[in-house]
Structures are given as structure tokens and as C-alpha cells.
């Protein structure tokens, strides 16, 4: 059974600071990891994807992951409030399956 | 402009009816993938379809059908053996190993 767990939330972040936002999955096979921003009632976004360990940024989020520990966690520096959404993370085992999600959390940017 | 449509936005299904959500995309896309999200929920793998006239069940495929005979197109029928359809239903497809880009989705209740 492919699993991945989240920290259902909500997490709660003063505006300015850094939220930290953690995944772990159980199928030691997967390749392909991915964190989607979803907005109430909103389809998820695609907001960074990462393939090898060790960290990758872009812009204000930086994505990293260690497979060892089956571990991939989202950063976001200098939170704002419209960072405020539900996060899911992904998991492929690779090519064309489909994606395991875990049940988001839930991130509150308290102005 | 390239992207997904799903339609219709909203959809309500009587009882005993089957209905379909359809799912067309211009980008040329190979794989593409149906799932539905419960509120609170992550996303749950129905369906997936890798090449035109071929598709696979994903994890809660039960009362629920699928068709790909173009490129373009996976429509989902949600039939009368699925006695708890009411969910947000989201689109999505992919080239080679690149992360998967969602439709806006389709919200589907019971009269």
C-alpha cells in the first residue's frame, strides 16, 4: 500500500517568517516528488517538483528531500498572506502512473 | 492558450443515472489521469490512460468508466454503482516524466 503522510495542520505562521512544511512516504521505489498549493475550491498548482536528494530552491520556496529517510519537506521564507492554502504533497513511482497524494495541511500566514 | 478544460463546472446526478465529466487538453499531452478529492481529503487515483485506446484502474476505479479514443480527450462516467459520488473531480495529464498540470475541476452532487 503506497502511502504518503502529512501534518493535517492547520499550521499557523506569523507573516514575514518561515513555514516548514514536511511529507514522509512509504514506497522506498518512488522516484518523482512533487508540492501542489491548493486554494479553497481551487484545483492544486504545481509549485516545485524534485527528483534527487538535497535541496532545490526556487524563489521564495526551496523543496528537499531525502530518500533514505523517505522525507520531503517544502520551505517557504518571508511568508506572506496569500501563502495561506492547503499543501499536498506527490509521489511517483515513475513514468506515466499516477500520482499518490498525501491529505495536505493546511497553512494559516497570520498578517 | 494550452491547458486542460473540464466541464461543466457543477454537475448534480439523480438517482439510478449515470453521468459524464468531460476532460479535453491541446497539449499534445500523452498520459492523462482522473481523480477525485474529498473534502479534507488528498486526491485519489480513478483512472489513467498512458496512450490513445488504453487505460488502467487506479485505486478506486469501482463505478466508474472511462474512454480514450482520441488524443485530446478522457471523459469519466460516474455510473449508478457508485453510491457516494459526491466529490470534486479533477483532470489531468502529462508528457514523458514531467509533473502532472491539473483542469480547473468539475463539482459533482446528488439531487
Known amino acids: 500500500q503506497k502511502e504518503v503522510e502529512q501534518n493535517s495542520g492547520p499550521l499557523s505562521v506569523p507573516e514575514g517568517a518561515i513555514a516548514s512544511l514536511n511529507c514522509t512516504y512509504s514506497d522506498r521505489v518512488s522516484q518523482s516528488f512533487f508540492w501542489y498549493r491548493q486554494y479553497s475550491g481551487k484545483s492544486p498548482e504545481l509549485i516545485m517538483s524534485?527528483?534527487?536528494?538535497g535541496d532545490k530552491e526556487d524563489g521564495r520556496f526551496t523543496a528537499q528531500l531525502n530518500k533514505a529517510s523517505q522525507y520531503v519537506s517544502l520551505l517557504i521564507r518571508d511568508s506572506q498572506p496569500s501563502d495561506s492554502a492547503t499543501y499536498l504533497c506527490?509521489?511517483?513511482?515513475?513514468?506515466?502512473?499516477?500520482?499518490?497524494f498525501g491529505k495536505g495541511t493546511h497553512l494559516i500566514i497570520q498578517p | 492558450d494550452g491547458g486542460i478544460t473540464q466541464s461543466p463546472k457543477y454537475l448534480f446526478r439523480k438517482e439510478g443515472q449515470n453521468v459524464t465529466l468531460s476532460c479535453e487538453q491541446n497539449?499534445?499531452?500523452?498520459?492523462m489521469y482522473w481523480y477525485r478529492q474529498d473534502p479534507g481529503q488528498g486526491l485519489r487515483l480513478i483512472y489513467y490512460s498512458q496512450i490513445v485506446n488504453d487505460f488502467q484502474k487506479g485505486d478506486i476505479a469501482e463505478g466508474y468508466s472511462v474512454s480514450r479514443e482520441k488524443k485530446e480527450s478522457f471523459p469519466l462516467t460516474v455510473t449508478s454503482a457508485q453510491k457516494n459520488p459526491t466529490a470534486f473531480y479533477l483532470c489531468?495529464?502529462?508528457?514523458?516524466?514531467?509533473?502532472?498540470?491539473f483542469g480547473d475541476g468539475t463539482r459533482l452532487s446528488i439531487l
Open positions: 524534485i527528483y534527487s536528494n
Open positions: 506527490a509521489v511517483n513511482r515513475g513514468g506515466a502512473d499516477g500520482l499518490t
Open positions: 489531468a495529464s502529462t508528457h514523458s516524466n514531467q509533473p502532472q498540470h
Open positions: 497539449l499534445n499531452h500523452d498520459a
